[in-house]
């Protein structure tokens, strides 16, 4: 029984299958993944994943996040709809048009509930688009 209960803990707390390029980052609070990666054009993209025990709702938040970059940024091209994250109906958001040479960032956010807990995947970037394999590996973030 007790090589069963390790076993299982094992394989929850493995981190995802990702490619050697995403390195382990330092995580902030309430973050259960975050990688970086080093891109060709020497601009750094992250991958994070976030869980928060709350009542919040994923289409609450991400209409407050799309009101927001739409303030500060009216220039971004904002793209919302409805997705599958870890097995759970998601709200997507993906934001281009916001990076520059300065320290912002294009963004693409995942929000989804499972059980009393709010779940955050985010990448950001810097490129005109998303990478496909880093969307790829956003998905990989699943809870534990």
């Not at 382990?24 to 973050?31: I, L, N, S």
């Not at 048009?97 to 955050?120: C, H, M, Q, T, W």
Request: aromatic share 6%; charged share 20%; hydrophobic share 40%.
């Amino acid at each position: 029984m007790a090589a069963i209960f390790a076993l299982l803990i094992a394989q929850a707390t493995q981190s995802p299958a990702l490619s050697p390029d995403w390195k382990t980052a330092p995580q902030r609070p309430g973050e259960y993944f975050r990688y970086v990666r080093q891109e060709s054009d020497g601009s750094e993209s992250t991958i994070s994943a976030t869980q928060r025990t709350c009542d919040c709702m994923p289409a609450n938040l991400v209409t407050q996040l799309q009101t927001a970059l739409s303030a500060a940024a009216p220039q971004a091209t904002l793209k919302r709809e409805v997705a599958h994250a870890c097995g759970s109906e998601a709200e997507h958001l993906t934001a281009t048009g916001l990076a520059g040479d300065g320290p912002r960032s294009n963004l693409e956010v995942y929000a989804f509930r499972k059980g009393p807990s709010l779940y955050l995947l985010e990448y950001t970037f810097k490129a005109p688009l998303a990478a496909p394999d880093a969307e790829t590996a956003l998905l990989e973030l699943c809870p534990p």
